[in-house]
């Protein structure tokens, strides 16, 4: 079956980095625009950055640019999400997303990032 699992997520101080994982299966992973998004508490879930199927285009958010980096690797069926400078508004939990044609949609279950001293 379909499975998007997020790891990489976990307490760090502000200016600190993080890396994301997402690995995927269950279905033609490299066919499929791959998102990241976040929710913190008590907000809606937000984009945080797009790539596409074969990673040669990437989208930010404006408040991630410049900090906020998504790859993938087609052959490890994986995204990823490096995110540097972490001040406490990123905290929240991170979602990636699977986007493919006529309307198919996954999510993962979400990882949990905390930027706090």
């Known amino acids: 079956q379909v499975q998007l699992v997020e790891s990489g997520g976990g307490l760090v101080q502000p200016g600190g980095s993080l890396r994301l994982s997402c690995a995927a299966s269950?279905?033609?992973?490299?066919?499929?625009?791959m998102r990241w998004y976040r929710q913190a508490p008590g907000k809606e879930r937000e984009l945080v950055a797009t790539?596409?199927?074969?990673?040669?285009?990437?989208n930010y958010a404006d408040s991630m640019k410049g900090r906020f980096t998504i790859s993938r690797d087609n052959a490890k069926n994986t995204v990823y999400l490096q995110m540097n400078s972490l001040q406490p508004e990123d905290t929240a939990v991170y979602y990636c997303?699977?986007?493919?044609?006529?309307?198919?949609?996954?999510w993962g279950q979400g990882t949990q990032v905390t930027v706090s001293s």
């Open positions: 997303n699977a986007i493919g044609s006529y309307g198919r949609d996954f």
């Open positions: 790539i596409s199927r074969t990673g040669g285009s990437t």
């Open positions: 269950g279905f033609t992973f490299s066919s499929y625009t």
